[in-house]
């Protein structure tokens, strides 16, 4: 049995080896400039910024919970304009890895939206946010309860999304994952019954169209310099996920939705 021990370290280093990272996910980074992978980077982000700043500034001072978090590249550009305390979850570890190396002074976990109130106390957050996350996750009214959940009274939840129609087609995401946009005339019911009360319903589906034709067109640009750090079959995935995201927001069959909305 012995003569198996020399094994052991090789084991255990395949065991701790980091999760892998969607090298798509990458590309997308690198385009945005920042590690965000939203609609509209910053200027989306701004927008909410500005809108929470004259609205509601008392939540910049509680504790905020960036859900999906992704790369964490939101989370630090809100610390940086003001919000005090922190939190991002994602489902995906490697993520949470990378933002955790990244970004200091705020709270990085690896956790299922699903599953929050396994994570946070009742009442904890002042501000929710969800940027390009609901899409990804088919259970909606689920969600929605664990953040009213965790959420105190009164507390502001923010969602900016893709949206869909009766019309709307399949399609895959970059990990090659069916989107389940937010259906616009079931989400007002779905968080009424969470225990949200909507504030806000706005189309954003024009800001979107201009957003990927900003996002192709950089890809276009900046071709021959990603192919110097990805491979080939990787940008094009995200080159096609993005040309066929596009042309479904222009055949309206896809939109784009912001939506704000105060814990009951
Ligand atoms: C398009 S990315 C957006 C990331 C980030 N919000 C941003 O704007 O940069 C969607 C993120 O949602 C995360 N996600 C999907 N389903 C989730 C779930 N059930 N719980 C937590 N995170 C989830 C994915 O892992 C991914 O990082």
């Not at 979107?208 to 950089?218: A, D, M, N, R, S």
């Not at 040309?243 to 309206?252: D, P, T």
């Amino acid at each position: 049995m012995y003569k198996f021990l020399y094994l052991i370290p090789f084991l255990l280093i395949g065991v701790w080896l980091p999760p892998e990272i969607n090298q798509a996910r990458l590309i997308l980074s690198e385009l945005r400039g920042g590690d965000f992978a939203h609609a509209g980077d910053k200027e989306a982000i701004d927008m909410v910024l500005a809108k929470i700043k004259c609205g509601f500034p008392e939540v910049l001072e509680g504790n905020c919970l960036d859900v999906g978090c992704g790369f964490g590249g939101t989370a630090d550009y809100l610390k940086k304009c003001g919000f005090k305390n922190i939190w991002g979850v994602d489902i995906d570890k490697s993520v949470i890895d990378y933002a955790k190396s990244k970004y200091k002074g705020i709270e990085f976990l690896t956790s299922d939206a699903a599953s929050l109130n396994l994570r946070f106390n009742r009442d904890f957050f002042s501000f929710v946010y969800l940027f390009n996350v609901l899409y990804a996750i088919e259970d909606k009214s689920l969600v929605l309860w664990q953040l009213a959940n965790v959420s105190q009274s009164g507390a502001i939840l923010m969602i900016f999304d893709f949206s869909s129609t009766e019309s709307s087609e399949p399609i895959l995401d970059l990990a090659g994952k069916p989107m389940c946009p937010i259906y616009t005339k079931n989400i007002k019911q779905q968080l009424h019954e969470a225990g949200w009360e909507v504030l806000e319903v706005r189309d954003l589906s024009g800001n979107f169209i201009v957003w990927y034709e900003q996002l192709l067109k950089k890809l276009d640009e900046k071709k021959q310099e990603l192919k110097g750090h990805f491979l080939e079959k990787d940008i094009a995935k995200f080159s096609a996920t993005y040309v066929h995201i596009l042309h479904q927001l222009r055949r309206k069959t896809l939109g784009g939705i912001l939506i704000y909305a105060k814990r009951i």
